[in-house]
């Protein structure tokens, strides 16, 4: 029996903000356990919450770059559950009334488009974080992390591959950092994902019994996790069992999901509106406001690259993998305008030692890696030099003009200089030359070779191939 496997994803992106999202405490990651703290994030009697404006305006932004309804009335509502690291007994939520819904992002799988649908997007509070003793069986509760402002974005279930998952995963990741919103570190868990999937047998309009994933803190996790549970789900149901509908935690180290808990519907959770919250209202000017400031995001720079600089489309693709390294590039092209050449570099060089969303920490100026190129073109030093001028510039984030003229390695281009090299190359080859004069022409990259060896590659190449043409013939 073949069957049609069925994901959603639900996904939390912590916001950017200096300030939680219902008191004025910090959200400054890696603080002392229970320093970020007040009565009204603690949950202490008589305290009200009051709404950081800048996580709606956050909101906004990702429900204008996913194309999503916004409500222009939400409401806030009680999440009920109990657990240590929930002080309140509830988390603030929204339910019946998000801030958004029915939006859609494009993915690309194998060279196919597609476009997945959004259910909703609403704000909610973050709970705290549980520290497990590696020696003692028991564990603490920091309350750091809660109130810290999240968006979640729930996803319709129409991803049919793990493929799937991950591209349009990586595609959110891409625009909640585009939007400067979210700084997307999945190890901080700035950035989580929750995957519930299910198998069904094809031609099957009704859904099968879904699990729901946890634990999963990279792109690759989450293919890896969903790629097991297909086969899991698959094998029992081909042994005639069923599967149960149930919490799930990955482990990667063991490359196996494993149970948490029962799966929880939502009247489970008995939402009600919060009492604390009047409705939310945003107006239409504050969202053309919002909607007049909103940066390019990576599927129209990506065209931009293409139609107003003629890079391919794999070229466009990597370069704006992220927005600092879009940036990075158009800085560097201020400088050095070609393009291909530009981008043939970032990919080689560049990216071997920092990857897109690294490109922050690189010490290198965009400006400085343009006047290497210009250097390269003008004739100044040769492509190999280059190489090694960025990899001093790698080490101390130096002026390339400065490094090659304190190291000497400015290319030679004097004809008389090089002409010498070139003469005593050929006489100390006399079988190379002879098969060059019979025709073998290709042997000219054996000498020039010979002179880059003798020079510390630092002659002209051009030349050195026109002087051995010249003596060889």
């Known amino acids: 029996m073949d069957f049609e496997t069925v994901i959603g994803l639900e996904i939390h992106a912590q916001m950017k903000t200096k300030s939680k999202i219902f008191c004025s405490c910090s959200t400054e990651f890696g603080a002392p356990p229970n320093t970020h703290v007040c009565p009204v994030c603690l949950g202490m009697p008589g305290v009200l919450p009051v709404l950081n404006r800048e996580v709606v305006a956050s909101a906004i932004k990702l429900a204008l770059a996913t194309d999503s309804a916004i409500n222009r009335e939400n409401r806030f509502a009680r999440k009920n559950y109990f657990y240590p690291d929930l002080p309140k007994g509830y988390q603030i939520s929204q ?30 509070e973050d709970a705290g974080k549980l520290v497990h003793d590696e020696v003692e069986p028991v564990s603490y509760v920091d309350l750091n992390r809660t109130g810290t402002p999240l968006l979640e974005i729930v996803s319709e279930p129409d991803i049919r591959s793990p493929e799937e998952a991950a591209a349009y995963l990586r595609k959110l990741h891409a625009i909640v950092r585009y939007l400067d919103i979210c700084d997307g570190n999945m190890q901080e868990g700035s950035f989580r994902c929750d995957a519930n999937i299910s198998l069904r047998p094809v031609g099957q309009e009704e859904f099968g019994t879904r699990t729901e ?9 989450v293919q890896l996790a969903l790629e097991y549970e297909v086969r899991r789900q698959r094998d029992i149901l081909l042994d005639g069992g069923e ?10 180290d063991r490359g196996r999901t494993e149970p948490m808990r029962g799966k929880e519907e939502a009247h489970d959770y008995r939402y009600f509106p919060d009492p604390d919250l009047v409705p939310v209202q945003v107006d239409e000017a504050w969202i053309e406001e919002i909607r007049e400031n909103m940066p390019e995001l990576p599927d129209a720079r990506r065209l931009r690259f293409m139609e107003t600089m003629g890079l391919p489309e794999y070229d466009a693709t990597l370069l704006t993998a992220s927005r600092e390294l879009a940036d990075f590039f158009e800085a560097a092209l201020a400088v050095f305008a070609n393009a291909k050449k530009l981008s043939n570099f970032i990919g080689t060089e560049l990216l071997r030692e920092y990857g897109p969303e690294r490109i922050g920490s690189c010490p290198v100026d965009p400006a400085h890696l343009g006047r290497l190129l210009a250097m390269v073109d003008e004739g100044t030093i040769s492509g190999k030099i280059a190489k090694t001028v960025f990899g001093d510039m790698l080490e101390s984030g130096g002026d390339p003009e400065v490094i090659v003229r304190e190291k000497g ?24 030359a002879q098969q060059f004069r019979e025709g073998k022409t290709k042997v000219i990259g054996f000498f020039v070779g010979q002179l880059m060896k003798k020079t510390k590659g630092q002659a002209n190449p051009q030349l050195a191939n026109k002087l051995f043409q010249q003596e060889l013939s």
Do not use: C
């Not at 599967?243 to 990667?252: F, G, H, Y």
């Open 95 to 124: 339910f019946e009334l998000p801030i958004a819904e029915h939006g859609r992002i494009e993915i690309e799988v194998d060279g196919v488009r597609k476009s997945i649908g959004i259910t909703r997007i609403h704000m909610e």
């Open 213 to 221: 994933l946890k634990n999963m803190n990279s792109f690759r996790n």
């Open 243 to 252: 599967v149960i509908q149930q919490t799930l935690l990955w482990d990667p």
């Open 409 to 432: 390695l400015a290319q030679m281009s004097d004809e008389g200089e090089l002409l010498t090299y070139v003469r005593e190359i050929i006489e100390a080859n006399p079988a190379q």
